[in-house]
């Protein structure tokens, strides 16, 4: 160290005199003591005052130029020399050098940058300011061809360094992306798939890209799909596989990749992996056969790529995906079943596989899953249940083969999205007045349902109760239903269901507590009257925002509500006649119509 103070000293004078023989000798001293100890050179050089001398150093003309350039790269290893190396003025000097034509200044240059860059804000903005990343673009561009082990080194340097320089940062990404950069490392890749480093470095580098919704457009116009599942084919090693998913996770999420991921034969390589690792236990197999799984149903969800893969239900992959619902093993069992509300997401392909089998293997799946069982599993099941249900053909099917109980076996069920599920895979069921009436009377299921009315942490399953509630009596328009709604408490959830922020759900609701006017008045009576019915009818009516619909079902439902004594005192003292008879003049027929028969209704009955 002793000598490092004295090499530091005489570099000052040197650096002054521009002494070239001499300056070499100690920027060779400082390089050996870099090597020794990095960090604590580093602290002596930022003592000594010496970065400032290096930015006069840096000049193209200057033999000593890379060795300058080294020195920089390796202080900058360390965090707290990246600031000061900004603040030496050494951005501006480097940036200036990357125009040079010598190929080891070029590697000094980028390392430099790279390094300063590093998780440092103030080395980014100053490369930016500098136009440092323009410049390196360009140079990736023309050197792309080359294939000489010095050039491929200079392009991986080059690689590092606009990732430090963008790394976790939008802006900067942004940047990059609108400078071209994206064909640039695709068309490197292609060319240079046989170099370990460049490839990991341009995988890093898609990997933080890819990231950004704005890159998506630009990696669908290049052929990325093609060269990453031809480098995966070659892959062996799990790290490298992994890299690679990293990249194609984010780049599945765009419709365009996904099918071109498809066409390029990224299914094969998926379903092979499944195969190989599904009876392994070691930690990086279980963790690949998760990722290939998870990736597989992202590709399914694109509706080109999905009906790529079905084939009318006579594709291989559809096949093979099914076969994972009976497996033993928790995470294919998701894969399937997610992988299977995915394909029916169309009418075509749900009537397909409910003819073909599929409602049962589901059932089986569920039936396996009802004690202690896997929550995502539950989930992944009940949601492609809820989708075959869908199309009306298919309905009368599932219900036959016993949806419904099997269904219901997960009602004591306290995960949320277990129930959200559950609730929609019914509601899609019941458009059959038998199946709504069976639903409907069963006491412990509509005893949960007006439990989960009420579940205001979790605003979906207390939607779908609401509306499911609301389906049971407008499907079944069964007294006993009705009944049984009463007895729970289910009337003041519909009452609250009809001031919605949803047209629809606003108007189930009407439909419903209409059917309860006319069919079973008396026993809903109280609830209606104190869930504040009559008010709220009063306030849809007289809102301008409200929809026809909600302003026609609201008078037929006052209407209905006549034939209850209190309720119909409750009317005349809202004095609703002025509210209606405005209404006679709407621009709706049908609401303008019903204004009439209620102000009728209304005059007659005061």
């Known amino acids: 160290m002793d000598n490092l103070s004295d090499t530091l000293k005489k570099l000052k004078i040197t650096a002054a005199d521009r002494t070239e023989g001499s300056l070499e000798g100690c ?35 200057a033999s000593c130029t890379a060795k300058v350039a080294d020195i920089i790269a390796e202080v900058a290893k360390n965090e707290f020399m990246r600031i000061p190396c900004v603040d030496a003025g050494l951005i501006s000097p480097l940036v200036q050098l990357l125009n040079s034509k010598d190929q080891e200044v070029l590697l000094q ?78 068309k490197l890749l292609g060319i240079h798939c046989h170099n370990a480093a460049l490839t990991e470095m341009c995988l890093v580098a898609f990997g933080n890209l890819a990231e950004l919704e704005s890159s998506k457009e630009q990696f669908a116009s290049t052929n990325i799909a093609e060269e990453l599942v031809k480098l995966f084919k070659k892959q062996i090693e799990h790290d490298k596989r992994e890299m690679i998913f990293e990249v194609l996770a984010p780049l599945a999420e765009n419709d365009a990749i996904k099918l071109q991921l498809v066409e390029a034969g990224l299914v094969e390589c998926l ?32 509706d080109e790529s999905m009906q790529k893969l079905f084939e009318g239900g006579k594709g291989s992959v559809f096949q093979r995906v099914l076969s994972w619902i009976p497996s033993n093993n928790h995470q294919l069992q998701l894969a399937g079943a997610l992988a299977i509300a995915n394909f029916a997401r169309n009418d075509g392909n749900c009537i397909h596989m409910v003819d073909n089998g599929i409602v049962e293997k589901l059932m089986d799946l569920l039936d396996r899953h009802v004690e202690d069982g896997n929550v995502t599993v539950q989930h992944a099941a009940l949601s492609a249940l809820r989708n075959l249900a869908i199309p009306v053909v298919n309905k009368a099917k599932m219900l036959s083969a016993g949806v419904t109980e099997t269904v219901l076996k997960f009602l004591k069920s306290e995960m949320p999205p277990v129930q959200f599920k559950l609730l929609g895979t019914l509601r899609m069921l019941i458009d059959a007045q038998e199946a709504a009436e069976q639903l409907g009377k069963n006491a412990k299921l509509v005893e949960r349902l007006v439990e989960w009315c009420e579940a ?28 049984t709604i009463v007895q729970s408490g289910g009337i003041k959830h519909l009452v609250t269901m009809a001031t919605s922020e949803h047209v629809i759900m606003q108007n189930e609701a009407l439909v419903a507590l209409a059917l309860i006017a006319a069919l079973e008045l008396g026993p809903a009576e109280k609830d209606l009257a104190s869930a504040q019915l009559v008010q709220i009818l009063h306030r849809l009516l007289a809102d301008e925002r409200s929809a026809p619909e909600i302003k026609y079902n609201s008078m037929v439902l006052i209407c209905a509500l006549m034939g209850s004594e209190s309720l119909y005192k409750e009317v005349q003292d809202l004095a609703f006649l002025d509210v209606v008879s405005k209404l006679r003049s709407h621009e709706n027929k049908s609401v303008a119509q019903q204004a009439s028969l209620t ?7 005061s």
């Open 456 to 483: 205001k942490d979790h605003a979906g399953v207390m939607g779908e109760s609401n509306r499911l509630l609301s389906a049971l009596i407008r499907h079944s328009k069964s007294k006993d239903v009705i009944k």
């Open 109 to 186: 240059t980028g390392r430099a940058l790279g390094n300063i860059c590093y998780d440092s804000h103030e080395g980014r903005s100053a490369v930016d300011q500098a136009g440092g990343a323009q410049i390196v673009i360009d140079h990736l561009r023309s050197l792309c061809g080359r294939t000489d082990p010095a050039s491929e080194k200079l392009m991986t340097v080059f690689c590092g360094m606009l990732m430090n320089y963008s790394n976790e940062n939008d802006s900067l990404q942004a940047q990059l992306i609108s400078m071209g950069v994206i064909p640039t490392l695709v």
């Open 27 to 61: 920027l060779d001293c400082l390089l050996q003591a870099l090597a020794q100890n990095n960090a604590e050179t580093s602290e002596k050089i930022q003592g000594s005052g010496i970065l400032q001398l290096f930015a006069n150093l840096l000049t193209p003309q």
């Open 271 to 302: 379903l092979e992996i499944v195969q190989q690792k599904v009876d392994s236990n070691k930690e990086d197999d279980v963790a690949e056969l998760k990722t290939a799984s998870d990736l597989m149903v992202l590709l399914l969800l694109g």
């Open 599 to 605: 102000e009728q209704r209304l005059t007659v009955e």
